[in-house]
């Protein structure tokens, strides 16, 4: 690839900034609707690599917003990660892209997510996330979660929110912007699942976590996301810790709020490695049940 396909990213940041995108590898965590235009973005920006975890195939219904995914690609057999590398290598050859057909919580994505310069995130589950959190704090690695979301109201809403954990100074949990009760529940088991749809008379396999979602407002929160890891990465200014997309209102804020200052989860667990034993979930078989 020649310096004059990327000479208006040039214009923007540098050559030294291009040069740093080049040689940073980025792990995409959740290649869906929202993470196809992560992976779209970051290859655009000219990485130098990409490692695309995701354990799901391509639906029907993914159609009206997944990036890269052609007409004629089947319904079933087409795995979300292959359409994202396939997606990456027509825009930039030269990118060095790995791609695993798995859980999260599997020895093969921790790796991957232990090697990369950058993680980002954009899962549909809290249990996942707050184990991304663990991991990227524990082995130092700065994790930016995008997530988007319609609410058909009353008040009728749609958005989503990007939340950067970069150094240390702020996360998903001290942000206050992760449900743990539903982590926790997520994270124990199909048998407290049942307990407790039980309790509640209501099935959450009934309630799902699906519901409406559009190309754009996918493409809004994902490109606020890929310009925090964009600035960052380059050294145009450090990433904000949070933003928010209200849709409804046409307005992004920034938080200005303080994370809390004795987050176990961004200060406890920052740079332990493998004295955090983020290797338990893997152990106590929690990938079996969170895809």
Same mark, same amino acid.
């Given at each position: 690839m ?14 030294a ?5 080049r ?9 869906g609707g929202?993470?196809t235009?992560v ?8 990485v130098? !690599? ?33 359409? @994202? ?19 999260l919580?599997?020895?093969s994505?921790f ?9 980002? @995130? ?12 663990e991991?990227?704090?524990?082995? @130092? ?14 008040p009728?809403?749609? !958005?989503g929110?990007?939340? =950067?954990?970069m150094?240390?100074?702020? =996360?998903l949990?001290c942000?206050?912007v ?56 380059? @050294? ?19 938080c ?6 004795? =987050? ?5 667990l ?22």
């Amino acid at each position: 690839m020649t310096d004059e396909r990327l000479q208006r990213n040039i214009e923007f940041f540098g050559q030294a900034g291009q040069d740093r995108l080049r040689s940073t590898k980025v792990a995409v965590v959740g290649v869906g609707g929202l993470g196809t235009h992560v992976v779209q973005q970051v290859a655009l920006l000219g990485v130098g !690599g990409i490692a695309l975890i995701d354990s799901q195939e391509l639906e029907l219904t993914n159609r009206n917003r997944y990036i890269g995914a052609w007409h004629d690609d089947p319904i079933p057999g087409s795995r979300k990660v292959v359409l @994202g590398a396939r997606m990456a290598r027509l825009i930039d050859p030269n990118i060095q892209v790995e791609t695993l057909y798995d859980s999260l919580v599997s020895e093969s994505a921790f790796q991957l997510i232990k090697l990369a310069d950058f993680v980002i @995130g954009s899962l549909d589950c809290e249990g996942a996330r707050l184990i991304l959190t663990e991991l990227c704090s524990a082995y @130092g690695r700065p994790y930016i979660d995008a997530a988007t979301d319609i609410d058909l109201g009353p008040p009728f809403s749609y !958005g989503g929110r990007v939340c =950067c954990a970069m150094d240390g100074n702020g =996360c998903l949990v001290c942000q206050d912007v992760i449900d743990i009760a539903e982590a926790q529940l997520d994270l124990a088991g199909p048998q407290a699942q049942r307990e407790r749809d039980a309790i509640y008379g209501v099935a959450r396999a009934h309630l799902g976590r699906s519901g409406p979602s559009v190309v754009s407002i996918n493409g809004v929160v994902a490109s606020l996301a890929v310009t925090e890891f964009m600035v960052a990465v380059t @050294g145009v200014r450090r990433a904000q810790r949070l933003l928010t997309y209200r849709g409804q209102l046409g307005k992004v804020t920034v938080c200005s709020d303080s994370p809390q200052p004795d =987050c176990y989860y961004c200060k406890g667990l920052r740079g332990m490695r493998e004295k955090a034993d983020v290797e338990r979930y893997i152990r106590e078989g929690v990938g079996q049940w969170l895809r």
